[in-house]
């Protein structure tokens, strides 16, 4: 049994690739998005009451996101995986897990509904605390409803609390920079920063090797950093923000 379904909307996130991305929603409440809605979904009255509500009410402060792992290349999937939070050493069955090599490629993230804006004869969705890659296809769009979606008593032995974040260190001349592209931009860059980093966004089952340059690509910019060991604990040290050409 087979189904087919549209693409309503693209997204444009400040994660321009996999590596970095934060491994669940909301870990970087500052990781902002937005969805461009495609013809014919792109219509304005499609999201009454998300902004405004009834009666004069707030709408929905959080969305449901369904999309598509558009970038994952495996094609065939497996029964078993190895989840980034064992390590990379273990194996859980895929559906105990959110691994994005499954059966039917389809990821589903809770965002913070920011606004939606008309521009350009376009209609985009602005979000935040997204774990989105640039580019992905979105599926559907649906409002949080806290009374049925946030379920208090929920248990997950496997993954019961966020990952300790790691110290993410930002140098004084690196900081610079960062004011001056909020200043320019409004993006508090260096929380943004902080947040992503701090989720240590190397492999778990490697090492840190002091001496290895890391990097990803976040909005305009190279991010770079290198891992340093103190008192058996490890920490991150930005070393360089790159500006990409246009």
Same mark, same amino acid.
């Given at each position: 049994?087979?189904?087919?379904?549209?693409?309503?909307?693209?997204?444009?996130?400040?994660?321009?690739?996999?590596?970095?991305?934060?491994?669940?929603?909301?870990?970087?409440?500052?990781?902002?998005?937005?969805?461009?809605?495609?013809?014919?979904?792109?219509?304005?009255?499609?999201?009454?009451?998300?902004?405004?509500?009834?009666?004069?009410?707030?709408?929905?402060?959080?969305?449901?996101?369904?999309?598509?792992?558009?970038?994952?290349?495996?094609?065939?999937?497996?029964?078993?995986?190895?989840?980034?939070?064992?390590?990379?050493?273990?194996?859980?069955?895929?559906?105990?897990?959110?691994?994005?090599?499954?059966?039917?490629?389809?990821?589903?993230?809770?965002?913070?509904?920011?606004?939606?804006?008309?521009?350009?004869?376009?209609?985009?969705?602005?979000?935040?605390?997204?774990?989105?890659?640039?580019?992905?296809?979105?599926?559907?769009?649906?409002?949080?409803?806290?009374?049925?979606?946030? *379920? %208090?008593?929920?248990?997950?032995?496997?993954?019961?609390?966020? !990952? /300790? &974040?790691?110290? $993410?260190?930002?140098?004084?001349? @690196?900081?610079?920079?960062?004011?001056?592209?909020?200043?320019?931009?409004?993006?508090?860059?260096?929380?943004?920063?902080?947040? *992503? %980093?701090?989720?240590?966004?190397?492999?778990?089952?490697?090492? !840190? /090797? &002091?001496?290895? $340059?890391?990097?990803?690509?976040? @909005?305009?910019?190279?991010?770079?950093?290198?891992?340093?060991?103190?008192?058996?604990?490890?920490?991150?040290?930005?070393?360089?923000? %790159?500006?990409?050409?246009?």
């Amino acid at each position: 049994m087979n189904f087919t379904f549209p693409a309503i909307g693209i997204v444009h996130s400040c994660f321009k690739e996999k590596f970095g991305i934060p491994r669940q929603p909301g870990l970087a409440p500052l990781a902002e998005a937005e969805i461009e809605m495609l013809p014919p979904f792109d219509d304005i009255n499609a999201f009454e009451g998300l902004i405004n509500g009834f009666d004069g009410q707030q709408g929905a402060t959080h969305l449901w996101v369904q999309f598509v792992f558009h970038a994952n290349k495996r094609e065939a999937w497996k029964a078993k995986v190895k989840p980034p939070r064992l390590g990379g050493n273990k194996t859980l069955g895929v559906f105990a897990t959110r691994s994005p090599t499954r059966p039917a490629p389809i990821g589903l993230s809770v965002v913070r509904l920011r606004g939606i804006i008309e521009r350009d004869g376009k209609v985009f969705v602005h979000i935040s605390g997204v774990d989105l890659l640039e580019g992905t296809p979105v599926l559907d769009i649906k409002p949080y409803v806290p009374y049925v979606d946030c *379920v %208090l008593a929920a248990e997950n032995s496997f993954a019961p609390a966020p !990952p /300790e &974040p790691v110290a $993410v260190n930002i140098p004084a001349e @690196l900081m610079a920079q960062c004011i001056a592209y909020w200043k320019k931009t409004g993006t508090d860059l260096a929380g943004l920063i902080t947040q *992503v %980093l701090q989720q240590d966004p190397r492999p778990q089952y490697q090492q !840190p /090797e &002091p001496e290895r $340059v890391y990097g990803m690509k976040l @909005l305009d910019l190279d991010v770079r950093w290198q891992y340093r060991c103190e008192n058996d604990a490890y920490s991150i040290y930005l070393t360089q923000l %790159l500006f990409q050409p246009d």
